[in-house]
Nanobody, 128 residues
Framework: VQLQATGGGLVQPGGSLRLSCAAS????????IGWFRQAPGKEREGISC????????YYADSVKGRFTISRDKTKNTVHLQMSSLKPEDSAVYYC??????????????????????WGKGTQVTVSS
């Protein structure tokens, strides 16, 4: 099981980025796929999660209305479209997978360390 997060970079405040989480070695069917971020000196924060079993999506209040999580079945990939970016969105972003999609809400809001499989992070910097 491998996950690869890509798409990070430097963007100006108000700009957009799309992160991608590509899975290899397994199909995303039936999994919860989550996005998390961690800024220097801060705890890991749950951002968003999608349940591939029923398509339910969940968002942290800090990103609701600005970020959109989606799945591309043909590419076995989950995307995180980030818009209206703010300097406080700067962090290393990670994607993770767990075989219990029903726990998506908990992973975003209560347990940012609980998912089973993690990819390496991608840096997002929002700065003028």
């Amino acid at each position: 099981v491998q996950l690869q997060a890509t798409g990070g970079g430097l963007v100006q405040p108000g700009g957009s980025l799309r992160l991608s989480c590509a899975a290899s070695g397994f199909t995303l069917d039936g999994y919860a796929i989550g996005w998390f971020r961690q800024a220097p000196g801060k705890e890991r924060e749950g951002i968003s999660c999608i349940s591939t079993s029923d398509g339910s999506t969940y968002y942290a209040d800090s990103v609701k209305g600005r970020f959109t999580i989606s799945r591309d079945k043909t590419k076995n990939t989950v995307h995180l479209q980030m818009s209206s970016l703010k300097p406080e969105d700067s962090a290393v972003y990670y994607c993770a997978a767990d075989w219990v999609p029903e726990l998506c809400y908990e992973y975003v809001h209560e347990d940012a360390y609980g998912m089973d499989h993690w990819g390496k992070g991608t840096q997002v910097t929002v700065s003028s």
